[in-house]
């Protein structure tokens, strides 16, 4: 691994950043490899891509992160990506992140969901999230227009946002699948009609809440949203 790393320092160093923009990464291959993110001239992110997503799609998932995000547009930052055929058992991206200093990685700017009591704590005033939160206030398209429930419209958004959207499941429910399968008994049961053209995240929560029973909330923070039946203050978060 380390005579790998020692020529691939020197070959992304050499390379030209491009700005992350949809044409730029329509162009990569979809294949394994590593990439930088670079803003104001200095490395900040470190990736390796995996069997679900190669560089092609990582790399337009990041461009769909940063147009939902305040003080930043992804043209603001470049990318440099290498190809690289075996990466299974080789923990490139940790001696890159090492050696670059990326602070972005592990600071926010992973997909992760922070988890439930999280959201009583501070993100790092430095932090990925702290300094570009995310935008909920920019028209997108992402919902079927039509008649559909609350439910079936969160599934959408959950699986289209490029940041964690979390709402509130059965009690005990648990796995990855959970939000598909156990979701609050009013969600299924709450229908919706959605309209045709783009709303803002802010506007379609609200329609969301609108067909719910009274005592929903729906809280944004920097990283992520969350709707729970609750009435509770987020020192942290701001009720929509």
Same mark, same amino acid.
């Given at each position: 691994?380390?005579?790998?790393?020692?020529?691939?320092?020197?070959?992304?160093?050499?390379?030209?950043?491009?700005?992350?923009? #949809?044409?730029?990464?329509?162009?990569?291959?979809?294949?394994?490899?590593?990439?930088?993110?670079?803003?104001?001239?200095?490395?900040?992110?470190?990736? !390796?891509?995996?069997?679900?997503?190669?560089? #092609?799609?990582?790399?337009?998932?990041?461009?769909?992160?940063?147009?939902?995000? /305040?003080?930043?547009? $992804?043209?603001?930052?470049?990318? +440099?990506?290498?190809?690289?055929?075996?990466?299974?058992?080789?923990?490139?991206?940790?001696?890159?992140?090492?050696? *670059?200093?990326?602070?972005?990685?592990?600071?926010?700017?992973?997909?992760?969901?922070?988890? #439930?009591?999280?959201?009583?704590?501070? +993100?790092?005033?430095?932090?990925?999230?702290?300094?570009?939160?995310?935008?909920?206030? #920019?028209?997108?398209?992402?919902?079927?227009?039509?008649?559909?429930?609350?439910?079936?419209?969160?599934?959408?958004? +959950?699986?289209?946002?490029?940041?964690?959207?979390?709402?509130?499941?059965? $009690?005990?429910? !648990?796995?990855?699948?959970?939000?598909?399968?156990?979701?609050?008994? /009013?969600?299924?049961?709450?229908? =919706?009609?959605?309209?045709?053209?783009?709303?803002?995240?802010?506007?379609?929560?609200?329609?969301?809440?609108?067909?719910?029973?009274?005592?929903?909330?729906?809280?944004?923070?920097?990283?992520?949203?969350?709707? *729970? +039946?609750?009435?509770?203050?987020?020192?942290?978060?701001?009720? =929509?």
């Amino acid at each position: 691994m380390s005579a790998v790393l020692h020529q691939l320092v020197p070959q992304l160093d050499a390379m030209s950043g491009e700005p992350l923009t #949809r044409t730029a990464t329509a162009l990569l291959p979809d294949a394994q490899g590593v990439y930088l993110l670079i803003h104001q001239g200095n490395v900040h992110y470190v990736g !390796k891509t995996d069997a679900q997503a190669g560089l #092609r799609t990582r790399l337009t998932r990041h461009v769909a992160k940063f147009e939902q995000r /305040d003080n930043i547009v $992804p043209a603001d930052v470049e990318f +440099k990506a290498a190809q690289i055929l075996v990466l299974t058992a080789m923990d490139i991206e940790t001696q890159l992140i090492s050696h *670059y200093r990326a602070d972005w990685n592990g600071s926010g700017f992973g997909s992760n969901d922070p988890g #439930r009591e999280r959201e009583t704590t501070a +993100k790092p005033p430095q932090g990925f999230d702290a300094r570009f939160p995310i935008n909920i206030d #920019r028209p997108v398209e992402i919902l079927t227009p039509g008649p559909t429930t609350v439910h079936r419209a969160l599934m959408e958004l +959950k699986l289209a946002l490029p940041f964690t959207l979390r709402y509130q499941l059965e $009690p005990g429910a !648990k796995g990855s699948q959970a939000f598909r399968t156990r979701p609050h008994a /009013d969600l299924p049961t709450s229908p =919706i009609m959605v309209p045709t053209g783009p709303m803002t995240i802010r506007q379609t929560v609200n329609l969301l809440l609108a067909a719910l029973p009274v005592g929903w909330q729906a809280t944004r923070f920097v990283s992520h949203l969350i709707l *729970y +039946k609750e009435e509770r203050s987020y020192v942290h978060g701001t009720p =929509i």
